[in-house]
Structure formats: C-alpha cells, structure tokens
C-alpha cells in the first residue's frame, strides 16, 4: 500500500521538535500580543535550512503552484527563496529563477532594491516565513508591482489561522480576496496544536495557544 506523505503533520512535529516555536509574550507586527512565536531565526544550521527548503518545494509540488520567479521579501523572504529554489533543483522540478529586495534602496553600484531574475512581466510566488495579519502579503504585492510582475502566489510555513482585520473573513481569505493573490501553506497553527497535544508535558502552551486563538482565532 502507498503510504500519502501528510506534510503538515510532519512540518508540524519539525518545528515543535526542534523548538522553532517559542512560548512566552510576544509583539507581533500586527501589534498583537502572543503567547507564542514561529521564530525563523533558529532556522539556523544547513540541516535544518535545507530541510526547511524541502518542505516548501513539497508543497509546491503537491499543490501543482504555477510561477514563473521566486521572490523572497526581505527579510527573512530572502534565504527562504534560496532555500526553496535549490531544494526544488535538486528535486529534479527544474531551474527557477529567483530574486529579493533590498528593506532600503541602494544609491551606489549597480542600485535599486530587487536583486535576481527579473519581475517583469512574470508570474511571482512569493514565499515567507508566517502569516499573521497579511500585512505583508499587501507590501509584497506593492513591490512585485512596482517591477511589472504579477503576484500571482504566496506560499508561507505557517498559517497562524488568524481573523482579519477588516471583514469577518479569515486574515487569509481576506487577503486573497483583496489581494487577488492564491495562497498556500506548509502547516497551520491547529496542526501545531494537534502534533503538541500527542506530546508529553506541552499541555500548559497547548492550553495558551488556544487561548489565544479564542481571542484572534479566525
Ligand atoms: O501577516 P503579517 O501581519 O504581515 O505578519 C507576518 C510577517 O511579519 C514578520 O515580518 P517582518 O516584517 O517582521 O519582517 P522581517 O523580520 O522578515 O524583516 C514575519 O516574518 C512575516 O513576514
Ligand atoms: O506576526 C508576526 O510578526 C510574527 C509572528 C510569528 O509567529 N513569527 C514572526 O516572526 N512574526
């Protein structure tokens, strides 16, 4: 029988193993206070980097995401978009060109602030750590525009499944819709909770995970 690879639940028990989720209080770009944190930064040996890469190439692969170019919104977009476009060359998906910004436009050498392939006139995925409020996912459409390109996708690792901001939509849904962008996600934050709940002694953050989902949870 062919086991179905369950993606999530594996990216789920990664990041919950390898203490990428921290517990605590935590200010969230969105001004939210939470209780917890997906902290990218401890993303940071070669192991877990390309095993970060692999998963997003996964799913990229799983759910058949057409683009033209990567695009890594500094910062934390940037090594996320090399990660991924190698894990998807050594995958055998193919060569994908990829590119980032730069936060501050640079005035001297060759200038500007997007480094890599060309946007223009191609169709953008862009890829980032978190989905909070979606913030990001309208400052990311801003740039891609600014360059010609369309964007046209947005993968992150994880959905933190919270409400919106503006509608009763979902923060995701709702920036799809304004955005006009298809999103996609490794994992959400009830797949973190169902892997944790499996897991001795993770009651207690379980327990402020739902909490707050109780407040901000879509
Ligand atoms: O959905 P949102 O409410 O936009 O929140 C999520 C974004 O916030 C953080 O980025 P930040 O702007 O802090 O960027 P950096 O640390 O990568 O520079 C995080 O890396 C996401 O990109
Ligand atoms: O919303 C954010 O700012 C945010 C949430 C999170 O879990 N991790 C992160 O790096 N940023």
């Given at each position: 029988?062919?086991?179905?690879?369950?993606?999530?639940?594996?990216?789920?028990?990664?990041?919950?193993?390898?203490?990428?989720?921290?517990?605590?209080?935590?200010?969230?770009?969105?001004?939210?206070?939470?209780?917890?944190?997906?902290?990218?930064?401890?993303?940071?040996?070669?192991?877990?980097?390309?095993?970060?890469?692999?998963?997003?190439?996964?799913?990229?692969?799983?759910?058949?995401?057409?683009?033209?170019?990567?695009?890594?919104?500094?910062?934390?977009?940037?090594?996320?978009?090399?990660?991924?476009?190698?894990?998807?060359?050594?995958?055998?998906?193919?060569?994908?060109?990829?590119?980032?910004?730069?936060?501050?436009?640079?005035?001297?050498?060759?200038?500007?602030?997007?480094?890599?392939?060309?946007?223009?006139?191609?169709?953008?995925?862009?890829?980032?750590?978190?989905?909070?409020?979606?913030?990001?996912?309208?400052?990311?459409?801003?740039?891609?525009?600014?360059?010609?390109?369309?964007?046209?996708?947005?993968?992150?690792?994880?959905?933190?499944?919270?409400?919106?901001?503006?509608?009763?939509?979902?923060?995701?849904?709702?920036?799809?819709?304004?955005?006009?962008?298809?999103?996609?996600?490794?994992?959400?934050?009830?797949?973190?909770?169902?892997?944790?709940?499996?897991?001795?002694?993770?009651?207690?953050?379980?327990?402020?995970?739902k909490e707050y989902l109780n407040v901000?949870g879509?």
């Amino acid at each position: 029988m062919i086991e179905i690879r369950n993606i999530s639940k594996e990216f789920a028990q990664f990041i919950v193993d390898d203490g990428i989720i921290k517990f605590g209080e935590f200010t969230l770009k969105s001004g939210r206070l939470s209780p917890y944190f997906f902290n990218f930064g401890s993303f940071n040996d070669s192991a877990m980097l390309a095993r970060l890469g692999s998963f997003y190439a996964d799913t990229i692969v799983k759910e058949k995401i057409e683009f033209d170019i990567i695009f890594g919104p500094a910062y934390k977009g940037i090594p996320i978009a090399l990660t991924t476009a190698l894990a998807l060359h050594n995958n055998e998906a193919g060569n994908v060109g990829f590119a980032f910004n730069r936060k501050l436009q640079k005035q001297y050498g060759e200038g500007g602030n997007i480094i890599g392939a060309s946007l223009a006139g191609k169709k953008i995925l862009a890829v980032d750590d978190v989905l909070t409020s979606g913030r990001t996912i309208k400052e990311t459409k801003q740039l891609v525009e600014n360059e010609g390109g369309i964007l046209t996708a947005f993968l992150v690792a994880l959905d933190r499944e919270e409400k919106g901001s503006e509608t009763a939509l979902s923060a995701l849904e709702e920036a799809s819709k304004a955005y006009n962008v298809k999103i996609y996600v490794v994992a959400r934050i009830t797949d973190v909770v169902a892997y944790m709940s499996d897991v001795a002694d993770k009651e207690q953050n379980v327990t402020k995970i739902k909490e707050y989902l109780n407040v901000y949870g879509k």
